[in-house]
């Protein structure tokens, strides 16, 4: 077991070896299209790229690998990770797959297809009104983002039903889908981590965003029931949360 970007940032033998198979399964059934994985050398020069404010790629169609999102809870024993791959076509995010390896359970979706668990449709909660809301959050691995993030969130938990934190945003994703949670947001994040949580947001009726508006971006990933989108925006704007938090690209 390593770290990465901090001493709290974990990585195992067990990514590598999840993240090499699965390429070596993509390459062969997709070859010639682009793979970026969490542990592999295209990842620094991804988030390098996009914190630079280019797109995440130039291919028409990329791969984005996770291979253990969950990696801490994994060493730990809790029962929160996953596998999560998510396919980008001309940079629009079209098939998610996220695979609960502590469950079993595996969230599906693709593009106008609708969105799954365990080959049954699933579809957001429906929640309306903001203080009944389920809110699930993550928190950065840099203690001084940790501080500023814990601040935010002190302002938001006497306006909402109660927060969870998973500590994998593609399982917290999957559980906005499905209904478990009614919204979630985190910043910042990786394409790697809400690429295939975000498409079967959208496909089971959810709404997905930035904290700034327009689209999820890698600083600010926000999914919700559509009828508390809005106010949940409002809500984290008053609370101080910043449109796009900042990123310090992994050397």
Same mark, same amino acid.
């Given at each position: 077991?390593? %770290?990465?970007?901090?001493?709290?940032?974990?990585? #195992?033998?067990?990514?590598?070896?999840?993240? *090499?198979?699965?390429?070596?399964?993509?390459?062969?059934?997709?070859?010639?299209? &682009?793979?970026?994985?969490?542990?592999?050398?295209?990842?620094?020069?991804?988030?390098?790229?996009?914190?630079?404010?280019?797109?995440?790629?130039?291919?028409? %169609?990329?791969?984005?690998?996770?291979? =253990?999102?969950? #990696?801490?809870?994994?060493?730990?024993?809790? @029962?929160?990770?996953?596998?999560? =791959?998510?396919?980008?076509?001309?940079?629009?995010?079209?098939?998610?797959?996220?695979?609960?390896?502590?469950?079993?359970?595996?969230?599906?979706? /693709?593009?106008?297809?609708?969105?799954?668990?365990?080959?049954?449709?699933?579809?957001?909660?429906? *929640?309306?009104?903001?203080?009944?809301?389920?809110?699930?959050?993550?928190?950065?691995?840099?203690?001084?983002?940790?501080?500023?993030?814990?601040?935010?969130?002190? $302002?938001?938990?006497?306006?909402?039903?109660?927060?969870?934190?998973?500590?994998?945003?593609?399982?917290?994703?999957?559980?906005? /889908?499905?209904?478990?949670?009614?919204?979630?947001?985190?910043?910042?994040? /990786?394409?790697?981590?809400?690429?295939?949580?975000?498409?079967?947001?959208? &496909?089971?009726?959810?709404? #997905?965003?930035?904290?700034?508006?327009? @689209?999820?971006?890698?600083?600010?990933?926000?999914?919700?029931?559509?009828?508390?989108?809005? @106010?949940?925006?409002?809500?984290?704007?008053?609370?101080?949360? @910043?449109?796009?938090?900042?990123?310090?690209? $992994?050397?």
């Amino acid at each position: 077991m390593a %770290t990465k970007s901090t001493s709290t940032d974990l990585v #195992t033998d067990v990514d590598k070896a999840v993240e *090499a198979l699965l390429v070596e399964r993509i390459r062969t059934a997709r070859p010639g299209e &682009e793979i970026v994985g969490e542990e592999g050398p295209a990842a620094a020069a991804l988030l390098r790229r996009i914190d630079s404010g280019q797109g995440a790629s130039d291919s028409k %169609t990329c791969w984005f690998i996770d291979p =253990i999102d969950g #990696t801490t809870n994994f060493v730990y024993g809790y @029962p929160a990770y996953a596998i999560s =791959i998510g396919v980008h076509v001309d940079g629009r995010g079209v098939v998610g797959v996220v695979h609960n390896l502590a469950s079993g359970e595996t969230f599906t979706a /693709a593009e106008g297809r609708g969105a799954f668990l365990d080959g049954s449709p699933i579809r957001v909660s429906g *929640a309306d009104e903001l203080s009944k809301v389920l809110l699930g959050t993550g928190f950065a691995y840099d203690p001084e983002y940790r501080a500023r993030q814990g601040a935010v969130l002190g $302002r938001l938990l006497g306006r909402v039903r109660d927060v969870r934190r998973s500590g994998s945003a593609a399982l917290d994703l999957c559980s906005v /889908a499905c209904g478990r949670l009614d919204a979630y947001y985190e910043q910042p994040l /990786a394409p790697w981590d809400y690429a295939a949580g975000e498409v079967i947001v959208r &496909e089971a009726g959810g709404l #997905t965003g930035s904290i700034g508006g327009g @689209p999820i971006t890698r600083g600010s990933v926000l999914a919700a029931s559509p009828a508390v989108m809005e @106010p949940l925006l409002a809500l984290l704007r008053e609370a101080g949360a @910043p449109d796009t938090w900042p990123t310090k690209t $992994r050397a």
